[in-house]
């Protein structure tokens, strides 16, 4: 149940509005379902000898501004209160005694018409639809004194949640007043008469947030939103420092034609001048991507080297999510930062549900929780090598290890879900287990040519090599369920493992290191997520078609040979595959 507040000057002008046709949806049968006294005349069903809409509307009106006129001077300008109340599409329809009781609690709930005082504001209560009423008050009390309505928006919410617990509505989640702000009707509605998909605010809002993400400076950050195609405009002080931004739509014009301009304060609140201010300087990101020992692959696209080395660090906010400190809000906004970054530069083939994941976290970057010691650098690095390097081809290396990525983001936004759940943040948490969900399946776009590949690799070893790799797999985890010989769901963990002990690692002893890096409770698939973790671990190519190398003795850990031949010349470690496949061998150079 979703209350909508507005403030007006016009009583008889929104009477006429609700017992009129509609301007968008029709009006159904305009009624009262409820009034200050349960006497009000009613111009939709007026029983009088003579009936005649347009005379008991103005009385109606002219009942409804009675105490407005007596108050004269002392009337608030916008003495009008207007509310409208909508269930959701998929509950049930109330009667017409159900929405009194939901107006006349409203109307209790934010102090207008307190129960038991006779002396409070007159207010109707109209339905003309079947999922809606408009709540209709005048702000002067019997006494002539306006009301006390602060938080009247936050008050009508938690009514509106108490309501739809005891009418078993769906239950929404409530907010903690650091939501964006929503688009108005009419700017929905001028979005729909200019043909766009989405409204002004929503593009802009989009558009600054990818801006800012891994940006090193304000002048990059305003670089960025110019490149966007936005229109921006900066206020100066008289010493010249910049003191606000504000950006418009190229063709967004209101009536006198000139453009609308949106402050960031306005878009959402994290993106007013002085928090990015703020995040600039509590995060400023290095000038290069962080380097990860497996970053300096000479045959790796720097796009696939961006990847990887946000994986890694996408992993430790998961951790630093998963220790429940306060200290963790501020890697939430990095992690936002990071999957604005993967959404520009993805392929087309994920690049919606990339978009609908950064889309669904935006709402979870933000609470009241303060990061007193704030250090997103690594992260905001990660993004700004992931926007350096530019887009992803979608196959080979770049699909793999955009796989690799994502499905390290799916553990990050739930742990972001445990950690907002744990606070009582229920929009947060909901808004990051729809981002999970958007990465899940983009994640299975991304995934399904490198895993395919790894599958029939694990197909292929000689059957001896397989059951050991199995062994291995139901020893170290035991609660993998697969039965050697009836399914093929280990066959990429099994040519993983025989991949990285070919270039010289312990199979046992890596794969307990995946698993005990983080939990695996909340993996849709515990294989997916082992097998990248070990491919990450022991530095091999996401995509199974690239080359592997070994590690220098005594480390573990595999680095960059020091002459490209000696992957290929490099004795294998024991036992080897009797028959590799082809696809394993090194590129011809």
Same mark, same amino acid.
């Given at each position: 149940?979703?209350?909508?507040?507005?403030?007006?000057?016009?009583?008889?002008?929104?009477?006429?509005?609700?017992?009129?046709?509609?301007?968008?949806?029709?009006?159904?049968?305009?009624?009262?379902?409820?009034?200050?006294?349960? +006497?009000?005349?009613?111009? *939709?069903?007026?029983?009088?000898?003579?009936? @005649?809409?347009?005379?008991? %509307?103005?009385? %109606?009106?002219?009942? #409804? @501004?009675? /105490?407005?006129?007596?108050?004269?001077?002392?009337?608030?300008?916008?003495?009008?209160?207007?509310?409208?109340?909508?269930?959701?599409?998929?509950?049930?329809?109330?009667?017409?005694?159900?929405?009194?009781?939901?107006?006349?609690? #409203?109307?209790?709930?934010?102090?207008?018409?307190?129960?038991?005082?006779?002396?409070?504001?007159?207010?109707?209560?109209?339905?003309?639809?079947? @999922?809606?009423?408009?709540?209709?008050?005048? =702000?002067?009390?019997?006494?002539?004194?306006?009301?006390?309505?602060?938080?009247? +928006?936050?008050?009508?919410?938690?009514?509106?949640?108490?309501?739809?617990?005891?009418?078993? #509505?769906?239950?929404?989640?409530?907010?903690? $007043?650091? $939501?964006?702000?929503?688009?108005?009707?009419?700017?929905? &509605?001028?979005?729909?008469?200019? $043909?766009?998909?989405?409204?002004?605010?929503?593009?802009?809002?989009?558009?600054?947030?990818?801006?800012?993400?891994?940006?090193?400076?304000?002048?990059? &950050? &305003?670089?960025?939103?110019?490149?966007?195609?936005?229109?921006?405009?900066?206020?100066?002080?008289?010493?010249?420092?910049?003191?606000?931004?504000?950006?418009?739509?190229?063709? @967004?014009?209101?009536?006198?034609?000139?453009?609308?301009? &949106?402050? *960031?304060?306005?878009?959402?609140?994290?993106?007013?001048?002085?928090?990015?201010?703020?995040? !600039?300087?509590?995060?400023?990101?290095?000038?290069?991507?962080?380097?990860?020992?497996?970053?300096?692959?000479?045959?790796?696209?720097?796009?696939?080297? $961006?990847?990887?080395?946000?994986?890694?660090?996408?992993?430790?906010?998961?951790?630093?999510?998963?220790?429940?400190?306060?200290?963790?809000?501020?890697?939430?906004? *990095?992690?936002?930062?990071?999957?604005?970054?993967?959404?520009?530069?993805?392929?087309?083939?994920?690049?919606?549900?990339?978009?609908?994941?950064? /889309?669904? +976290?935006?709402?979870?970057?933000?609470?009241?929780?303060?990061?007193?010691?704030?250090?997103?650098?690594?992260?905001?690095?990660?993004?700004?090598?992931?926007?350096?390097?530019?887009?992803?081809?979608?196959?080979?290396?770049?699909?793999?290890?955009?796989?690799? !990525?994502?499905?390290?983001?799916?553990?990050?936004?739930?742990?972001?879900?445990?950690?907002?759940?744990?606070?009582?943040?229920?929009?947060?948490?909901?808004?990051?287990?729809?981002?999970?969900?958007? !990465?899940?399946?983009?994640?299975?776009?991304?995934?399904?040519?490198? =895993?395919?590949?790894?599958?029939?690799?694990?197909?292929?070893?000689?059957?001896?090599?397989? /059951?050991?790799?199995?062994?291995?797999?139901?020893?170290?985890?035991?609660?993998?369920?697969?039965?050697?010989?009836?399914?093929?769901?280990?066959?990429?963990?099994?040519?993983?493992?025989?991949?990285?002990?070919?270039?010289?690692?312990?199979?046992?002893? !890596?794969?307990?290191?995946?698993?005990? =890096?983080?939990?695996?409770?909340?993996?849709?698939?515990?294989?997916?997520?082992?097998?990248?973790?070990?491919?990450? #671990?022991?530095?091999?190519?996401?995509?199974?078609?690239?080359?592997?190398?070994?590690?220098?003795?005594?480390?573990?850990?595999?680095?960059?040979?020091?002459?490209?031949?000696?992957?290929?010349?490099?004795?294998?470690?024991?036992?080897?595959?009797?028959?590799?496949?082809?696809?394993?061998?090194?590129?011809?150079?």
């Amino acid at each position: 149940m979703v209350p909508k507040i507005r403030r007006g000057s016009r009583t008889h002008g929104l009477l006429v509005y609700l017992y009129g046709p509609g301007k968008r949806d029709e009006h159904t049968d305009p009624h009262l379902v409820g009034s200050w006294d349960g +006497f009000a005349p009613d111009p *939709g069903r007026d029983t009088s000898p003579h009936p @005649d809409p347009k005379v008991t %509307l103005a009385r %109606l009106a002219a009942a #409804l @501004d009675l /105490r407005v006129k007596q108050a004269g001077d002392k009337a608030p300008a916008q003495h009008v209160w207007h509310c409208s109340v909508r269930t959701d599409p998929g509950d049930r329809t109330l009667t017409d005694d159900e929405w009194n009781t939901v107006a006349r609690r #409203l109307v209790q709930a934010v102090n207008l018409a307190p129960e038991g005082d006779p002396g409070g504001c007159r207010w109707v209560a109209v339905r003309h639809a079947d @999922d809606h009423i408009h709540i209709l008050a005048t =702000m002067v009390r019997g006494d002539l004194r306006r009301p006390r309505m602060n938080y009247d +928006f936050k008050k009508a919410q938690a009514e509106c949640r108490r309501i739809e617990q005891e009418m078993g #509505l769906r239950r929404l989640k409530p907010g903690d $007043g650091t $939501g964006a702000k929503t688009p108005t009707s009419a700017e929905r &509605f001028k979005a729909e008469r200019t $043909g766009r998909p989405e409204t002004p605010r929503e593009t802009l809002r989009e558009a600054v947030r990818q801006a800012v993400a891994g940006a090193a400076s304000e002048a990059e &950050f &305003f670089t960025r939103l110019r490149e966007a195609g936005l229109r921006v405009k900066l206020r100066h002080a008289p010493s010249g420092d910049v003191l606000g931004y504000t950006v418009a739509l190229p063709g @967004d014009r209101n009536r006198y034609r000139e453009p609308v301009w &949106f402050a *960031g304060s306005t878009l959402a609140p994290d993106l007013s001048y002085p928090r990015i201010q703020r995040r !600039l300087a509590d995060g400023t990101p290095d000038e290069a991507p962080l380097p990860e020992a497996d970053s300096g692959r000479s045959n790796w696209s720097p796009p696939a080297r $961006g990847r990887r080395t946000a994986t890694g660090i996408a992993e430790r906010a998961a951790v630093l999510l998963d220790s429940d400190d306060d200290e963790a809000a501020a890697q939430l906004v *990095g992690v936002g930062e990071l999957l604005d970054a993967v959404a520009q530069t993805s392929p087309a083939a994920t690049r919606a549900e990339l978009g609908a994941a950064a /889309r669904s +976290f935006e709402r979870a970057t933000r609470s009241h929780v303060r990061a007193e010691r704030a250090d997103t650098r690594a992260i905001r690095s990660a993004a700004r090598g992931i926007i350096q390097a530019g887009g992803a081809l979608g196959r080979g290396e770049d699909g793999g290890t955009t796989a690799m !990525l994502v499905s390290t983001l799916v553990l990050v936004a739930l742990a972001a879900a445990r950690w907002h759940s744990a606070r009582g943040h229920a929009q947060q948490a909901e808004a990051s287990r729809q981002a999970a969900e958007h !990465l899940r399946a983009a994640y299975r776009q991304a995934a399904a040519a490198p =895993m395919q590949a790894l599958r029939d690799q694990g197909r292929a070893l000689p059957e001896a090599q397989r /059951r050991a790799y199995e062994t291995t797999i139901r020893t170290v985890l035991p609660e993998n369920r697969t039965r050697p010989g009836t399914s093929t769901k280990n066959d990429a963990l099994a040519a993983t493992l025989a991949q990285a002990e070919q270039t010289g690692h312990d199979p046992k002893a !890596l794969l307990q290191e995946a698993i005990a =890096m983080r939990e695996l409770d909340t993996a849709e698939d515990v294989n997916d997520v082992l097998v990248w973790r070990l491919r990450r #671990l022991a530095q091999l190519p996401a995509h199974p078609g690239e080359a592997t190398r070994r590690p220098q003795a005594g480390t573990g850990r595999a680095t960059p040979p020091a002459n490209p031949a000696s992957v290929r010349t490099a004795p294998p470690a024991s036992p080897r595959p009797a028959a590799p496949d082809p696809r394993n061998r090194p590129p011809r150079r």
